[in-house]
């Protein structure tokens, strides 16, 4: 594993709103990225079921016109639609995820699906702070899965928002009834279509300390997953074949994952 950001906390001022964020934030919060050797230090994959096979599509091209099913043809056709597009268009990305997401059963019970996500939690003597994903997941009361759609280089691929979204998550799932620590939040970041993810153990200690201000003793470490270097995006690309069976086991082992 190979850390990417320095984990000196700077005095800086924390916005209220993680779409805000900068490296900067993440600094004085000690949050810190770390590129994960495999896919198995981010989630344990599973075997592809009948379900999430039909997606494999061997020899897919963006003019095909023959598909399993409407529902695997809807959401290649999507794809294709992403795809043509030189400038990505959020509104069609966003729109091939959700026909993803809900094909993949993240909206099926015990499993919810939440689109355009709001939510709030306080922290340091009742100081607001406010985040939004593209979907939330939620198991029961839990938040457990952040689904963040990416932008640029220009804003670090946006891994200071996932870090935020992550941050203020973890305080929503404190007030959880028979919440164990450490505890897992996944987060899976989409820029058009290729996928990286991202995983955060959350530690009471490190909580407790960012309740009363800047942490100094603790820090929260997030594992991502292509591993990125120099700020280059190197992720999975769900229109490649190899990397397309690659996401669907890693989302298949989120869906069977237990979390809590």
């Known amino acids: 594993m190979t850390k990417r950001h320095r984990n000196d906390a700077i005095a800086v001022h924390i916005s209220a709103n993680t779409s805000h964020w900068t490296k900067e934030n993440c600094i004085a919060l000690k949050i810190l990225y770390v590129n994960a050797s ?35 043809a809807t959401i290649m056709r999507k794809v294709a639609n992403v795809l043509r597009n030189e400038q990505e268009d959020h509104k069609k990305v966003d729109s091939f995820l959700m026909s993803l997401l809900e094909y993949l059963g993240f909206d099926d019970d015990p499993l919810l699906m939440h689109p355009q996500y709001d939510y709030s939690t306080f922290i340091s003597n009742d100081r607001k702070i406010t985040s939004k994903v593209e979907y939330m997941i939620t198991r029961g009361n839990a938040y457990v899965v952040l689904i963040v759609r990416g932008v640029s280089e220009l804003t670090d691929w946006s891994e200071p928002q996932i870090a935020g979204a992550i941050f203020s998550s973890a305080y929503h799932n404190v007030s959880i009834n028979g919440l164990s620590y450490p505890f897992n939040i996944y987060a899976v970041r989409v820029v058009s279509t290729k996928f990286t993810f991202y995983k955060a153990m959350v530690t009471r200690k490190y909580l407790e300390e960012c309740v009363h201000g800047l942490p100094i003793r603790n820090m929260l470490d ?29 989302f298949k082992g989120l869906r069977d994952a237990q979390f809590f």
């Open 222 to 250: 997030i594992k991502s997953y292509p591993p990125t270097e120099n700020n280059t995006l190197n992720a999975w690309d769900f229109a490649d074949e190899q990397d397309r069976i690659r996401i669907l086991e890693t």
């Open 38 to 72: 495999d896919i198995s230090e981010i989630i344990m994959t599973s075997q592809l079921d009948d379900h999430y096979k039909q997606l494999e599509l061997k020899g897919w091209d963006r003019l095909a016109s023959d598909y399993p099913s409407r529902k695997i």
